[in-house]
């Protein structure tokens, strides 16, 4: 089983709705993060949580929001969704107590904002 | 801040043929770096790291140098495949003493390899 691991893996909804995009994670880490990715923009970071208590904005938080639930479960919402919204999501673990800082990904959410 | 600038793609090559993939970072002090991988349809993996000047991480072919003078990380294979075919992230975390940041990514080179 993945370790990572993200609900829906694709998504197709209307301008205005609001959508919740789920992360699980099965590794242990405390470290949890949104990125999107856009073609030719690369990762763009949208939020980041080190632990339970302590989310973060990143780069491009507008238009969203996160609760993170457990230490093992991260969500991504988007309140009211817009066109421009459109993208694949992706979240990450890490956990750098163990000394070694890279992420840990999951599969991918493709939301489609008509 | 922190950044990271690779080669912009697309990198269209024949099988067999050699690959370099260019990494320039911008940090204060000595970050670790990494090359992650992303094949069609998937999330990104992690390809390769290393944590300090002079460091050469390597996996499955790939091998890219930490080079401090230059402040490169440079992503090389002598002999691409078709299953080679992927975009690829150079990215790098904080120095130490600052780990409370989340990576820092390019944003990308995709690489195509023709029978």
């Known amino acids: 089983d993945a370790d990572v691991t993200q609900t829906p893996r694709n998504r197709i909804t209307k301008t205005g709705k609001r959508i919740m995009l789920e992360c699980s994670q099965t590794?242990?880490?405390?470290?949890m993060y949104w990125y999107r990715q856009d073609p030719g923009l690369g990762l763009r970071l949208i939020y980041y949580s080190f632990d339970v208590k302590d989310i973060n904005k990143g780069e491009i938080s507008d238009g969203y929001s996160v609760s993170r639930q457990a230490q093992a479960k991260f969500s991504l919402s988007l309140e009211s969704a817009i066109p421009n919204q459109t993208a694949l999501y992706f979240c990450a673990t890490s956990d750098p107590s163990v000394g070694s800082y890279e992420q840990y990904f999951g599969p991918g959410t493709r939301l489609t904002v008509t | 801040g922190d950044s990271v600038t690779q080669m912009e793609g697309p990198v269209t090559l024949s099988e067999e043929a050699f690959l370099t993939i260019n990494c320039t970072y911008t940090?204060?002090?000595?970050?670790?770096l990494f090359w992650y991988v992303q094949y069609p349809g998937e999330g990104l993996q992690l390809l390769l790291k290393?944590?300090?000047?002079?460091d050469k991480g390597s996996n499955k072919g790939f091998e890219a140098t930490y080079r401090k003078e230059t402040t490169s990380f440079h992503l090389e294979k002598g002999s691409v495949q078709v299953s080679d075919s992927a975009v690829y992230f150079c990215a790098l975390s904080a120095p130490r003493g600052q780990r409370n940041t989340p990576l820092v990514f390019g944003k990308g080179t995709r690489l195509s390899v023709i029978a």
């Open positions: 940090a204060t002090g000595y970050p670790s």
């Open positions: 590794k242990g880490h405390d470290r």
């Open positions: 290393a944590t300090k000047a002079d």
